[in-house]
């Protein structure tokens, strides 16, 4: 079976840094491009960043210079490094894996909480 278990998630101050965690396990890993998604409190799930079998990465203009995503098929495990936090960044945060024929799968979520 597919999952997808976020990790490192919290409560930071504004400017403070998170470092977040998601492994995957039942799936080809290598064969997948993977995402992070956030979703704020009465706001829709919105694109963080993504990165594909090759290595190309992409991140929402909100995010660009402060997060870094990054991916280690050896551990199945997918990064992102957020810099810089904002009280706006504030969300539950999640991991995404999609195949090229557009199978997709999430997880759980992991909470991201940045104070003033």
């Known amino acids: 079976q597919v999952q997808l278990v976020e990790s490192g998630g919290g409560l930071v101050q504004a400017g403070g840094s998170l470092r977040l965690s998601c492994a995957a396990s039942g799936i080809f890993f290598s064969l997948h491009t993977m995402g992070w998604y956030r979703q704020a409190l009465g706001k829709q799930r919105e694109l963080v960043a993504t990165?594909?079998?090759?290595?190309?990465?992409n991140y929402a203009d909100s995010v660009k210079g402060r997060f870094t995503i990054s991916r280690d098929n050896a551990k199945n495990t997918v990064y992102l490094q957020m810099n810089s936090l904002k009280p706006e960044d504030t969300a539950v945060y999640y991991c995404n894996a999609r195949r090229v024929d557009d199978t997709s799968y999430w997880g759980q979520g992991t909470q991201v909480t940045v104070s003033s």
């Open positions: 990165i594909t079998i090759g290595s190309n990465t």
